[in-house]
């Protein structure tokens, strides 16, 4: 990409498609398509920490994050900051590699290929790729602590609205598509 404006860290869970469902019809729960009200919705169900990441990993070997419909206002939004010269970076916290090349085989599949793909608990990363060029940073992700962590950092990051995460009073978009309105505001100031 020559003209670039800014970088944008895309988180993919929760972001680009409902980890929450998919996962949830795929270890049995009654009512899969509810909506969690928590990340750690599996102890509604009974399930202890160890029970939910086997279960997990068991999910990623079952190339779960690799197929599913992604959110509409996802795939918009990709390619419209995209077309404005944003580099895309997918920052994953995926358990395994094989998370990670199956995330990509499924972002690829629906015409979204970041121009990075990073495996990391620390979002921040995204830091490391924009600070040669001093251009604007931007994040979105579902996870309240990733988006402190982000702002910490100096990026101008938002919190998708999910259940889980509404008792949190960061800054929060309700949608992909006023994020990418924030961000074609702020690159093309």
Known sequence: MSNVTGY???????????FTTRFAHFAGWPEPDQEWSTWSEYKRHGWDT????ETLAAFEAADGFRYGDPYPDFVESFHRLRDLGVMSVVVTDKPTDAGVEDNLAWLTDIGCVPDLIVRSRDK????????????????I??????????????????LRDMPWNFESDMPRVRSLHQFADIVTERVSA
């Open 50 to 53: 160890p029970r939910f990441l």
């Open 8 to 18: 944008c860290m895309w988180d993919s869970d929760g972001i680009g498609f409902p």
């Open 124 to 139: 921040t990363v995204v830091l490391q790729y924009a600070e040669l060029r001093h251009l604007p940073v931007f994040g």
């Open 141 to 158: 992700d579902d996870n309240i602590g990733h988006v402190e962590a982000l702002r910490g950092a100096g990026v101008e990051a938002y």
